[in-house]
């Protein structure tokens, strides 16, 4: 079954009080989830629940056009016409579908009771809505992060470290570029600050004659 079915599986249970997991869990067991399929006695049974003949023509179960959800309204409908309740456990719910109403356990429909194919089920996963399929699986931690650096010789070289060390290295020019300017700016108002003092004393003593 796809994710769609899935849930939309899960909401009409939700709407119907019934158990999700144990429909997700019959189906699996009866077609695993194949709405196409063919099977039990004589190859007349069909689609996730096996519905039989009679059932397929009297809940409007399309085998020409198989559909997910087209079967999950059918088993609905099916559900409630025959007795099947909210609340009733996994066995009754099997026993509506295999044997036509609740309550027939020990009913057997060649290839074991209704009890000891829910006994079969019991261990077998419950599909996932949220199962991603091959084509839309999301990329892992591996495939969307960078290689890390193995080794120091790895880290020198890696494209990071040396972008940070041109950075560095960009930065310090700067800062040397800036200080020497700094550097030149005093050495000039020290030189003119000189030269004014000795114009001055010069003026002063010519003055003083």
Partial sequence: MTPEAIAYLRQKAQAAGYNADDLLKVMQYESSGDASRWG???????????????????????????????QIDATFKYLSARGYKPGMPLVDLYSTINAGSP????????????????????????PAASTPTAQ?????????????????EDLLNAPQTQQLAAGLL????????????????????MN????????ASMQGLLGGQ
């Fill in 40 to 70: 039990g006695k004589g190859g007349q049974y069909f689609g996730l629940i096996q519905f039989g003949p009679n059932e397929r023509a009297q809940f409007g179960v399309d085998t020409k056009n198989p559909s997910e959800q087209n």
């Fill in 192 to 199: 003119d600050y000189h030269s004014r003092q000795h114009i």
């Fill in 170 to 189: 960009g930065n310090t020019q700067q800062q040397a570029q800036l200080a020497q300017q700094q550097n030149d700016d005093f050495a000039r108002a």
């Fill in 136 to 152: 839309s699986a999301p990329a892992t931690v591996q495939q969307t992060q960078t290689a890390q650096p193995k080794t120091i």
């Fill in 103 to 126: 309550g027939h356990y020990n009913a057997s429909d060649g290839n074991g009771t209704v009890a000891s194919h829910v006994a079969k089920m019991m261990g077998q996963p419950i």
